[in-house]
C-alpha cells in the first residue's frame, strides 16, 4: 500500500530557483495537507485543501503556492526559493472522523536552499 | 493561531522506567490525537481521543484527554528501545473548520538499553 508518496525525497536549490513538490494519495481522502518542520519548531500548516477544488492558508504560506490537480494530488510551488525555506517538508492526506481529521503523512522532502 | 503546548521537550530515560509527556492548549479541542515520528520518516497516528475524560490502551501506552478537552497526556509503561521518537499531540479546535489540524513542537523520547 503506496499511501501518501512525496517527491523528490531530497533537494538542493539556490537563492531564486522555483521548484514543485509533488505529493499523491491513493486513500479516496478528501482533505490534503502540506507542512513544514524545523528544528524546534514542530510541523506548522503551510496549505491544506479540504475537498477537491478548495485551497486555504494555513500558518506559514507566504513564499508559497499550491494546486490541488485532482483528489490525489497536491503540489507546492517555490516561486522563489529562499535560505528561510530550508526546511523538511511533509504532505498528509486527511480521513474525516468524528470531532475532527486524521492525518497519514509522506516521508518528507528534505529542502537545501543555499 | 491556537497554541499546542507539549512537555517535556526532551526526555532520556532507561529501559523499563515509566513515564508521563503532556499536552495543553488554552482552548477546547474537538479531538485530539498523539503521533509518533522516527528519524527521517513522517509522523504516524497512534490514536485519536474525541470524548471529555476519554482514557484508550494500545499495549504499554495510555492516553487521557482531559475533563474540559484542552489537554490530554501519554504514559509509558516500562518503556522500551523501541519507544524512542518524537511524540506529536495534534487538535482540531472547536470552532475552526474541522480540516485544519495544528501540531505541538513534540516531545523528544530516547529510551537507554
Known amino acids: 500500500n503506496a499511501g501518501v508518496t512525496q517527491t523528490p525525497k531530497f533537494q538542493v536549490l539556490k537563492t531564486g530557483q522555483s521548484m514543485t513538490l509533488q505529493c499523491a494519495q491513493d486513500?479516496?481522502?478528501?482533505?490534503m495537507y502540506w507542512y513544514r518542520q524545523d528544528p524546534g519548531m514542530g510541523l506548522r500548516l503551510i496549505y491544506y485543501?479540504?475537498?477537491?477544488?478548495?485551497?486555504d492558508k494555513g500558518e506559514v504560506p507566504n513564499g508559497y503556492n499550491v494546486s490541488r490537480l485532482n483528489k490525489r494530488e497536491f503540489s507546492l510551488r517555490l516561486e522563489s526559493a529562499a535560505p528561510s525555506q530550508t526546511s523538511v517538508y511533509f504532505c498528509?492526506?486527511?480521513?474525516?472522523?468524528?470531532?475532527?481529521?486524521?492525518?497519514?503523512f509522506g516521508q518528507g522532502t528534505r529542502l537545501t536552499v543555499v | 493561531t491556537q497554541l499546542l503546548e507539549q512537555s517535556p521537550q526532551f526526555l532520556s530515560i532507561q529501559e523499563g522506567e515509566n513515564l508521563t509527556v503532556y499536552c495543553n492548549s488554552s482552548?477546547?479541542?474537538?479531538?485530539l490525537q498523539w503521533y509518533r515520528q522516527e528519524p527521517g520518516e513522517g509522523p504516524v497516528l497512534l490514536v485519536t481521543?474525541?470524548?471529555?475524560?476519554e482514557v484508550k490502551k494500545l499495549k504499554r501506552l495510555t492516553f487521557q484527554f482531559g475533563d474540559a478537552r484542552k489537554d490530554s497526556s501519554l504514559h509509558i509503561t516500562a518503556a522500551q528501545p523501541g519507544d524512542t521518537g518524537l511524540y506529536l499531540c495534534?487538535?482540531?479546535?472547536?470552532?475552526?473548520?474541522?480540516?485544519?489540524?495544528?501540531f505541538g513542537k513534540g516531545t523528544k523520547l530516547s529510551v537507554i538499553p
Open positions: 498528509a492526506s486527511g480521513y474525516r472522523a468524528p470531532g475532527g481529521t486524521e492525518a497519514f
Open positions: 486513500m479516496n481522502h478528501n482533505s
Open positions: 485543501s479540504a475537498s477537491e477544488g478548495t485551497t
Open positions: 482552548s477546547v479541542f474537538s479531538s
Open positions: 481521543v474525541v470524548t471529555g475524560g
Open positions: 495534534a487538535g482540531t479546535y472547536s470552532g475552526a473548520g474541522s480540516y485544519q489540524l495544528t
